[in-house]
């Protein structure tokens, strides 16, 4: 079976703190796929990211970045200067290479302080 | 615009009363999958399709059923929704590269109360 982390339920910082977002997966597969999702206030959901299961390196994208560990099966995610418009739940989510189905965490909800 | 559409986005309907959620993406995406979203639970596969007429149960298909006779279409019936199918729901579409899978691209969600 395949199964999502995120230990932290809520997290609350202030504005230009930098912030981690915790995601652990569990899965048996050696082909897999990891993606983070954000869900803001309006309810949609944006897809941030995707990371292949053979492709270890750390991505950063602005102020947004990854840090995947196959050793430690995590995939974390780091806001550095937070700003207000990050509050939103962020999903982690995982595809196994061997099916079809997608399994989310679930999720961490994000308040930035002004 | 690329999108996934999805219709009603807001339902209040009552205990055993047949509706149908429809869902309907123009990106000639090849699978589409059903969520729905309950606080503390995060998001739970319903159903999903690789492609017309192939369907398959996701974590939590009980009480629902869907169909897939076209591409862009992929409706959400439930047959006599109970109060507990109370959720928000989310139709996403992708396209399916095989060994190579692609970000799903999610619809606004509708929100169905059942009373």
């Known amino acids: 079976a395949q199964k999502v982390t995120q230990a932290q339920t809520e997290i609350s910082v202030v504005e230009k703190e930098d912030v981690t977002l915790d995601c652990v997966y569990e899965?048996?597969?050696?082909?897999?796929?990891l993606f983070w999702y954000k869900q803001p206030p309006s309810g949609e959901l944006v897809f941030l990211i995707r990371r292949n299961s053979f492709d270890e390196q750390n991505e950063i994208s602005g102020r947004y970045s990854w840090n995947f560990q196959k050793s430690t099966s995590s995939f974390n995610f780091t806001i550095t200067a937070s700003q207000v418009v990050d509050s939103a739940v962020y999903f982690c989510?995982?595809?196994?290479?061997?099916?079809?189905?997608?399994?989310f965490g679930k999720g961490t909800l994000l308040t930035v302080n002004p | 615009e690329a999108q996934v559409t999805q219709n009603p986005r807001y339902l209040i309907t009552v205990t055993g009363k047949k509706l149908t959620v429809t869902c309907s993406q123009n990106?000639?995406?090849?699978?589409m999958s059903w969520y729905r979203q309950d606080p503390g639970l995060g998001l739970r596969q319903i159903y999903y399709?690789?492609?017309?007429?192939?369907?398959d149960k996701g974590d939590v298909p009980e009480g629902y059923k869907v169909s897939r006779k076209e591409k862009r279409n992929f409706p959400l019936i439930l047959e006599s929704p109970s109060p507990n199918q109370t959720s928000l729901y989310f139709c996403a579409s992708s396209i399916w590269g095989g060994i190579d899978y692609n970000e799903q691209f999610f619809g606004p969600g509708t929100r169905l109360t059942v009373l």
């Open positions: 990106m000639n995406h090849e699978y």
């Open positions: 989510a995982l595809k196994r290479g061997s099916n079809y189905k997608l399994t």
């Open positions: 899965t048996r597969d050696t082909t897999y796929y």
């Open positions: 399709s690789m492609n017309v007429e192939v369907t």
